[in-house]
């Protein structure tokens, strides 16, 4: 399942971290929250990556040495936080999902792939460049 067409809200203790990691009011990310404006799924990847860079004091090579937990506790500490799987933390840490991108005239999301084709912008923008 494609996690990025997904539109999750966040949850009260997500809501103050992401609050402390962004520098905002908790009120200003709560009232995003409840109307939806948030890229959720974005903000929870880098909550994710928060978490696991805390408890491993940020060195993936703690995965074998770390004393206070093994890596496989960690793994599935951070995968019953968040309700996902073990498979969906290890690709959200080690997984190459890249930058997310955004046309530059209406702001929607778009792939990579299209975005460099098309100069930064949607295929629906583009098509109202093109001249017939």
């Known amino acids: 399942m494609d996690t990025s ?3 999750y809200t966040l949850r009260p ?10 520098g905002y009011d908790q009120a200003i990310f709560k ?17 994710i990556r928060m978490d696991f860079e805390r408890m491993t004091s940020g060195l993936h090579w703690l995965e074998h040495t770390e004393k206070d937990y093994s890596y496989p506790e960690i793994m599935r500490a951070l995968a019953k936080n ?5 498979k969906v933390i290890q690709q959200t840490l080690h997984g190459h ?3 997310i991108y955004f046309c530059s ?7 990579r792939e299209t975005y460099k084709r098309t100069g ?10 093109i001249d017939i």
Not at 35 to 40: D, K
């Open 13 to 22: 203790k997500d809501i103050e971290k992401a609050a402390e990691l962004f």
């Open 120 to 129: 930064g912008l949607c295929s629906q923008c583009f098509a109202d460049t």
């Open 31 to 47: 009232q995003f929250n409840d109307q939806r404006l948030l890229n959720t799924v974005y903000i929870r990847s880098l909550l």
């Open 82 to 86: 968040y309700g996902v799987t073990v």
């Open 5 to 7: 067409s997904v539109q």
């Open 105 to 111: 005239k209406c702001g929607i999301r778009v792939p």
């Open 97 to 99: 999902s890249g930058s």
